[in-house]
């Protein structure tokens, strides 16, 4: 809820406070849920790993190299922003390296200003083959560019969630770059009428450049081919026609010799069914002078 305090963010005892678009919010603190979900667990094992690193992988020079070239970088706004410590920046720099699978860097390397990110809109085709998701890129592609995406949500939503690294860039072929793999493997195939969230974004040696984001609704599947898929699906239903014994086939095969009618027997006629269990095949035994019974 909205208060009015001062700027503040983060946890105070029961409380955690966050600032939104309508101002200073409060809210009650919840333990968070931890699905220890195979990406979160790859993360977690190379953010611990730096710890380690820093005082037993890297020499006395290389952490006074960090040292210098930390508190040259400022951290990222919350509410105010600061320089980084050597071991913050050496840690920032390699994780978002360990994320995309990149070695370690035992220096700190110099700061990239990125160019305008080469990847367009997203395009979204519904056809035969399913639902394809492509990036336009307009240019070359000079670095390492990642791509995030988040499940297919209402196509009304315009503001994106939390979103999942999904992979780099696959390379572009005749200007654009398909995803769909990276993307299916992770939220499956999205259905129509859903919205998709994309967002790309560069990174260089662990310096990363700003977010792009683009986002499409997937179309419906072409007339032609909702008609052939709907004939493929169609169940035909067929009604039964005749007696209960016909439709669960209790019925006995009929016996040869004997012959079949559909006259109701007399109520002076009598029958009995035979106590044998498979000289008459499970008919009834006809009396002389006694009509057979129906099925």
């Known amino acids: 809820m909205k208060v009015l305090s001062i700027p503040s963010s983060g946890k105070i005892g029961q409380v955690v406070a966050y600032k939104s678009r309508f101002g200073n919010c409060q809210r009650r603190y919840c333990l968070p849920t931890n ?18 690193a820093w005082s037993r992988v890297l020499t006395q020079a290389q952490r006074e190299a960090w040292n210098v070239a930390g508190p040259k970088v400022q951290s990222k706004t919350r509410l105010s922003s600061g320089p980084l410590t050597g071991q913050q920046l050496f840690q920032g720099l390699n994780s978002a390296r360990f994320r995309i699978a990149a070695k370690m860097l035992l220096t700190p390397p110099v700061p990239v200003i990125f160019e305008p990110s080469v990847v367009g809109r997203l395009t979204l085709t519904n056809g035969e083959g399913g639902v394809r998701l492509l990036l336009n890129v307009t240019g070359p592609v000079t670095e390492d560019i990642m791509v995030f995406g988040q499940a297919p949500c209402s196509a009304g939503r315009s503001k994106r969630r939390n979103v999942a690294y999904l992979g780099l860039l696959p390379a572009p072929q005749d200007g654009t770059s398909d995803i769909t793999d990276i993307y299916i493997a992770r939220y499956g195939e999205p259905r129509p009428g859903e919205k998709v969230f994309i967002v790309t974004r560069q990174q260089k040696d662990g310096w990363e450049g700003d977010d792009y984001e683009t986002n499409e609704i997937v179309p419906e599947k072409p007339a032609g081919q909702q008609a052939v898929a709907t004939a493929a699906l169609t169940l035909l239903v067929h009604m039964h026609k005749g007696c209960t014994r016909d439709a669960q086939g209790t019925n006995a095969l009929p016996v040869p010799g004997v012959v079949r009618t559909s006259t109701l027997p007399s109520a002076g006629d009598s029958s009995s069914l035979s106590s044998s269990g498979g000289e008459d095949q499970g008919e009834e035994a006809i009396k002389p002078g006694s009509r057979p019974c129906p099925p």
């Not at 699905?35 to 380690?52: D, E, K, L, T």
């Open 35 to 52: 699905p220890r979900s195979p990406s979160q667990q790859y993360m977690r094992r190379g953010f611990g790993s730096f710890a380690p």
